[in-house]
């Protein structure tokens, strides 16, 4: 016979969301969809923390509710924590301090990796250049590695929608379509990139345009949530040998 260990109300959690309040639309790919991956996702909406709160008046206040949430996540059973918004990376190291699992607050923190895989500048797409700070790149260990930063803040259907919150409804054809244009941009100015890294979190159900658009590898926070979940949730390899 086999005694599992009980005290959990849901069990089979895998990665654990701390989620800004926002209201548009999230089609597959961004990770505030669970439909976007294949393991389980658990969310804790952070109430009263927009995009544009966190990206136009970030505070030490900020830091107590959001570690509380993290903390509510690891209590219901989560393995590892990550953010809807790559802006947690100003709080990645107060966040991991908080709880004992692994915490990945914002895709940026793969920018180091992919720097030293190719060898060359990281493309990153941001929400916005003014906002990303070098203490955001500081927080996610990128601040030494060479970036080259492109921005959607002159979008006009991703700004009003997403950092501006004007409206819910959105154009999603139209926000690939600008996301498109930025990434030509960053390429035209920076032809050397080895990688592009898409900072913002609304960004990844586009990536597989992008990276056509651009042959390069397109890295995201979807793509590092698997990663970490391959790791902290291992499984037997199938297969033979002979």
Not at 30 to 45: A, C, G, Q, V
Not at 90 to 101: D, G, P
Not at 131 to 144: N, P, S, W, Y
Not at 145 to 172: H, K, W, Y
């Amino acid at each position: 016979m086999t005694i599992v260990k009980g005290g959990t109300n849901i069990c089979g959690l895998a990665i654990g969301v701390l989620s800004l309040e926002s209201w548009f639309p999230k089609p597959p790919g961004h990770i505030k969809n669970p439909s976007s991956l294949p393991f389980t996702l658990d969310y804790e909406i952070l109430e009263g923390l927009t995009i544009p709160k966190l990206l136009e008046h970030p505070s030490s206040a900020m830091v107590a509710p959001i570690c509380e949430a993290a903390q509510r996540l690891e209590r219901r059973g989560v393995r590892a924590i990550t953010g809807s918004c790559g802006f947690l990376a100003l709080f990645q190291s107060e966040i991991a301090q908080a709880v004992s699992v692994p915490v990945f607050a914002s895709s940026l923190i793969q920018a180091p990796m992919l720097h030293v895989m190719t060898g060359r500048p990281v493309g990153v797409i941001t929400a916005s250049v003014a906002a990303l700070t070098q203490r955001h790149l500081d927080g996610a260990g990128a601040g030494d590695t060479p970036l080259v930063i492109e921005g959607m803040q002159d979008s006009p259907e991703f700004a009003a929608v997403i950092l501006r919150n004007e409206r819910t409804d959105m154009d999603l054809e139209c926000v690939e379509t600008e996301l498109l244009e930025s990434g030509r941009r960053l390429i035209a100015r920076a032809p050397e990139v080895g990688a592009i890294l898409l900072e913002c979190t609304d960004l990844p159900p586009y990536a597989h345009r992008l990276q056509a658009e651009l042959q390069r590898p397109v890295f995201d926070i979807i793509s590092l949530a698997g990663m970490v979940h391959s790791a902290i949730l291992r499984r037997p390899f199938t297969g033979f040998i002979h």
